[in-house]
């Protein structure tokens, strides 16, 4: 440990994403100011929180960001994610880092910048646009009803697909919610399948509702078993949903995915699908932020 006069404080906050209610959703920590936090740092102070992500906010390179966002789980970098997006949008502005009152602006992650919106409401509703969304490898019902410890019956008749907008996700769709709930992932067929991929997959599981989805996540390549919300998985669901017409046609473009009730952190994450993006549709995927901790850690 070095001497107590050459370490150095860093301020830090957790906050609660896609939730009004503090303990539920999916925790975050932010790191407002990481200057000084080397990289192996980070990833060290990611796996020490232990939380599905860890944002160190740093100062923009694009031009037009407001702030670069370095983003961790607790065994690895992403290049793009949902709730930390999301929820240190909500910090930027909350701490002033964005000027009051500012209804958009773009944050600068690995990927590229991420255009937020904030809609007025007590709390506000922070929205992300998703980055574009492809639709890649298939797999066949039998190898994921295997996957999940479950029968082929039991997955609607919708061929299971990754779709990717950053973090490749496999979405499977299943006939109900206890079903979703039942599911449990098979890690060694899970790590047997992603050998042959270029990169780690997670599983999203869901069932179609009135509203829009009732899902789960899970991700053991990214080091979480499973995942609270996941708003980088949740542009792909409403694509893959649109695609195969599992949305209620009864709502006008704005969905809901329920998220995390297994786990005990219920989470609602709003998605919005419409078709003014050139080459494809433009998907936001929004929601509450709750805000929780505010801490300091020494190094």
Request: glycine residues 8%; proline residues 8%; contains cysteine.
């Amino acid at each position: 440990m070095p001497p107590m006069s050459n370490r150095r404080s860093f301020r830090y906050l957790v906050v609660d994403v896609f939730t009004r209610v503090p303990l539920e959703g999916n925790p975050l920590a932010v790191f407002p100011d990481s200057h000084g936090i080397d990289d192996p740092t980070m990833q060290r102070i990611a796996r020490e929180l232990n939380l599905s992500e860890t944002v160190f906010v740093q100062e923009a390179k694009l031009d037009g960001s407001a702030k670069a966002l370095r983003i961790f789980t607790p065994t690895r970098e992403l290049i793009f994610a949902g709730h930390p997006t999301v929820g240190t949008a909500y910090v930027l502005l909350n701490e002033g880092m964005v000027p009051a009152g500012t209804e958009r602006f773009s944050v600068e992650e690995k990927i590229g910048p991420v255009a937020i919106r904030v809609e007025k409401s007590d709390p506000p509703l922070v929205w992300l646009e998703t980055p574009p969304i492809a639709f890649e490898k298939v797999f066949s019902p039998s190898t994921c009803a295997s996957l999940l410890q479950l029968e082929v019956n039991h997955l609607l008749n919708v061929e299971p697909q990754i779709v990717n907008a950053g973090n490749p996700t496999l979405l499977i769709a299943l006939k109900n919610k206890e079903l979703v709930d039942r599911a449990s992932v098979d890690v060694k067929l899970l790590s047997h399948l992603a050998s042959g991929s270029d990169q780690p997959f997670c599983i999203f599981v869901f069932t179609p509702t009135e509203n829009g989805a009732y899902s789960r996540m899970f991700a053991p390549n990214y080091g979480i078993l499973e995942d609270p919300a996941t708003g980088s998985s949740t542009g792909p669901l409403g694509a893959f949903m649109k695609h195969h017409n599992l949305l209620p046609n009864s709502l006008d473009g704005r969905f809901v995915s329920e998220q995390g009730a297994k786990m005990g952190r219920r989470s609602f994450l709003y998605f919005e699908i419409s078709g003014d993006r050139k080459g494809g549709d433009r998907i936001s995927v929004g929601g509450h932020v709750t805000p929780l901790i505010e801490g300091v850690m020494t190094l």
